[in-house]
């Protein structure tokens, strides 16, 4: 078994400007524990990202409650998903895996019970389940009350159009998006996500501006005059991310995590951002319920 080297990410810092209200939640985060090795088509890990390390991050972000994405990197094992959510417990952390056609029902029961409550689609390279599959996956989860979480470049949103609108399933559109090059706010392609989430079970995820932004941090403007318009039209359907560990990512790159927080006071009022860190996550997870 190979040995990944432990985290050297910063992991405390100058606070946060935003004063995280109580309950706030990261949706979007990745794990990388120690004894979990990266599966064939999956990128390499360079280093771990262990609970521990994470629940650090939480303390200088004042965070509460965590949703774990299944990473690339495991393609479709979830094991190291599964013994992230056993050692954060179902009353602070949920988790999206990664669904086949195939799992057996019992294993989603199962990971149920561990607090999963999404399955990643993952149409950009290292995806281990695209859209091919997503009706599939849909039909597997649906008695769950699961959701999809959705990933592609916006750009191509028209390719996806079809088969995101047949979805019955909330689904989440993740990474604002992730328009690559970014596109004026106005662009068609911004109305058409409007639309969806008019349509009443789409959300779109504010996470992760720097990996589509040409203008960069700490506000990213061009991305953020696209998630200014989505939070302004549907606030009750917005969730926010960190992305962290902010795998992919080289260290001279290497963006601030409270910076990844305070985007929020740029984007969206007090009122709104309850409804983002705290309201919109605690209905689409379950959050204060079994």
């Known amino acids: 078994m190979t040995e990944i080297a432990a985290n050297t990410r910063p992991l405390s810092g100058t606070p946060p400007a935003l004063e995280a209200p109580p309950g706030a939640t990261d ?8 004894g979990y090795e990266a ?14 390390d994470y629940r650090q991050l939480q303390r200088w972000l004042s965070l509460e409650r965590v949703v774990v994405t299944q990473s690339n990197a495991y393609q479709c094992d979830n ?17 999206v895996a990664v669904v086949t056609p195939d799992t057996p029902e ?9 607090g999963v409550r999404g399955a990643r689609i993952m149409n950009l390279p290292g995806g281990a389940m695209t859209s091919a599959e997503m009706p599939e996956i849909e039909r597997r989860v649906r008695s769950l009350g699961w959701h999809l979480m959705v990933q592609f ?9 079809a088969a995101l609108r047949r979805l019955e399933s909330d689904y989440i559109i993740d990474h604002i998006g992730k328009f690559m090059d970014p596109v004026p706010a106005d662009d068609v392609r911004v109305d058409e ?27 990213y403007p061009d991305v953020g005059a696209i998630a200014r318009r989505v939070i302004e039209h549907a606030p ?35 009122a709104v951002r309850q409804r983002i860190l705290v309201d919109n996550p605690a209905t689409l ?6």
Do not use: M
């Not at 949706?27 to 120690?34: D, S």
């Not at 470049?153 to 159009?161: A, D, F, T, V």
């Not at 349509?199 to 720097?210: E, F, P, S, T």
């Open 193 to 219: 996500i409007l639309r969806l989430l008019d349509r009443g079970n789409a959300w779109l995820k504010v996470c992760a501006g720097y990996e589509a932004s040409l203008e960069g941090g700490p506000h």
């Open 39 to 52: 599966q064939p088509g999956g990128p390499p890990i360079p280093e771990l990202a262990t609970v521990e």
């Open 153 to 161: 470049n916006g750009r191509h949103l028209e390719q996806h159009l």
């Open 27 to 34: 949706c979007h985060i990745h794990l990388y524990l120690p």
């Open 106 to 114: 019992k294993e989603l029961e199962a990971w149920h019970a561990l």
């Open 79 to 95: 094991s190291a998903l599964l013994e992230s959510l056993r050692q954060l417990g179902t009353a602070t952390a949920r988790g």
């Open 236 to 270: 009750e359907r917005i969730l926010w991310g960190s992305n962290w560990p902010h795998v992919g990512v080289s260290r001279d790159r290497y963006p601030n995590d409270a910076e990844q927080l305070d985007v929020l006071l740029e984007w969206a009022s007090p």
């Open 285 to 290: 997870y379950g959050f204060g319920t079994s």
